[in-house]
């Protein structure tokens, strides 16, 4: 079976984050596509407004209705910081009687840059099998979402030369949806419509809670 690892905040899981799971089973022949939500918010906005716990079962809602999706939630049972290369090893001892090859790594083009930064970033880079998707070309939240868990005091990277890193990584070539969890945050604090912007398990499950600021 060939898993891929899609990490990120997911707050909340929108249509653009579906587009490149279906691209990564579609385009690169993955199985399995397991979304990872963090438990340690890069932003304060974040985690005053739900709790981990709500966005894990926002990611549960809508994988049930694609068996190809798994809510993974290793990272939030885990609590605290979580470094990607953990989060690989444990999921390769969950997985080791299925895999088939190495586990993939989701990463957006805006992060490779400080890729090297990461924690343990060359054994990473030889234990998974690294996926490139672009990104549009604009400062999102889930920007800093791998980086600032992932440097600075909680780890050292251990090369400063990515294109060594990413010598062998995948590209996939996803469409650049212009669309962020913090566009469609402020869009339903503000009111507006956000009706097609999000699966429908989704939107029920911030109309039920009233989550981030809705209100009928």
């Not at 397991?34 to 932003?43: E, G, W």
């Not at 989060?87 to 090297?116: N, R």
Request: hydrophobic content about 35%; glycine content about 6%.
């Amino acid at each position: 079976m060939k898993i891929a690892v899609f990490g990120g905040s997911f707050n909340p899981v929108h249509m653009g984050h579906l587009v490149l799971a279906e691209d990564l089973c579609v385009k690169l022949g993955y199985d399995k596509v397991l979304f990872v939500p963090t438990y340690i918010a890069p932003h304060k906005e974040m985690q005053s407004q739900v709790s981990a716990r709500d966005r894990l079962n926002m990611v549960k809602a809508f994988c049930r209705s694609d068996r190809r999706f798994v809510a993974e939630p290793c990272e939030i049972n885990r609590k605290g910081v979580s470094y990607t290369y953990d989060t690989i090893c444990w999921l390769e001892k969950k997985y080791a009687e299925k895999l088939d090859s190495k586990i993939g790594l989701v990463i957006g083009s805006d992060l490779q840059k400080d890729f090297h930064l990461w924690y343990k970033a060359k054994e990473l880079s030889q234990k998974a099998q690294l996926i490139l998707a672009r990104r549009p070309e604009r400062s999102y939240l889930a920007k800093n979402e791998f980086s600032n868990a992932e440097k600075g005091d909680y780890g050292k990277g251990t090369s400063s030369d990515n294109s060594e890193l990413f010598k062998n990584a995948l590209v996939i070539d996803n469409p650049m949806i212009d669309l962020s969890s913090t566009d469609i945050r402020q869009r339903i604090g503000t009111g507006q419509s956000f009706k097609y912007l999000v699966p429908r398990e989704i939107l029920k499950y911030i109309y039920k809670g009233h989550l981030y600021g809705y209100n009928s």
